[in-house]
């Protein structure tokens, strides 16, 4: 509230006392300035827009940081390098950081975080993983083939996912599987629009010269 809104409540009989809105203005002064403090924070907090430190509390928040266990490699961009780390795949590197990911700048751990909100509440079903991918990724989405063993194969496609993040997600930093289940390997599509599938055809898999390759990559 501001303060002309506090000063409207005093009744009739007081309001044409200046000494009495006059030591009320100043007693007020302190706690808007605090409220206004207080509002201007929220959002700061809001997951869409927050950076640094915000996103860190956040992340304690939700039981994920920014710190990798295994620094990650290979997925700076490069000119000299193969596809994966070129235009559209490649992470920009900052300055004087190392060559390996050790802490995730702020727009992959968005994404780490977003992940893990959704898993909070993830009820470890197929079904409930494709509306996980589906929060966080809008670019994307995946394909589960269950082997109907406690494993599973998992399938990116529809669009082309840079290698930082393709990099969480093969680690396992990004949980897209109930306890005790295994993922036997990642396949990814190598453009955007369907992949190749023999006798398929949809919106996700086509045929020859209308649907692009997978790679295949093992959980790390």
Do not use: C, H
């Amino acid at each position: 509230m501001t303060l002309l809104e506090y000063l409207n409540l005093i009744t009739s009989e007081f309001r044409t006392q200046p000494n009495y809105i006059a030591m009320l203005s100043a007693n007020l002064a302190t706690p808007i300035q605090v409220q206004n403090l207080l509002s201007s924070m929220i959002p700061l907090f809001d997951i869409e827009i927050a950076v640094g430190d915000q996103l860190d509390i956040i992340g304690k928040w939700v039981g994920i940081t920014r710190n990798v266990s295994i620094p990650i490699s290979g997925v700076y961009f490069s000119w000299d390098g193969d596809y994966t780390v070129g235009w559209e795949y490649g992470t920009w590197q900052p300055a004087l950081e190392p060559t390996e990911v050790t802490s995730l700048p702020d727009d992959a751990y968005r994404t780490l975080i977003k992940a893990k909100i959704a898993a909070n509440q993830w009820d470890g079903t197929t079904d409930g993983a494709y509306a996980i991918w589906d929060q966080v990724f809008t670019t994307t989405t995946i394909l589960i083939q269950d082997n109907q063993d406690m494993t599973y194969n998992l399938a990116v496609v529809g669009g082309i996912i840079d290698s930082l993040t393709l990099a969480l997600i093969t680690g396992g930093y990004i949980p897209l599987k109930p306890e005790g289940v295994r993922v036997n390997a990642y396949y990814v599509s190598v453009d955007s629009g369907p992949v190749f599938g023999w006798d398929v055809e949809s919106d996700l898999l086509g045929g020859w010269d209308e649907s692009s390759w997978v790679r295949e990559l093992a959980p790390t």
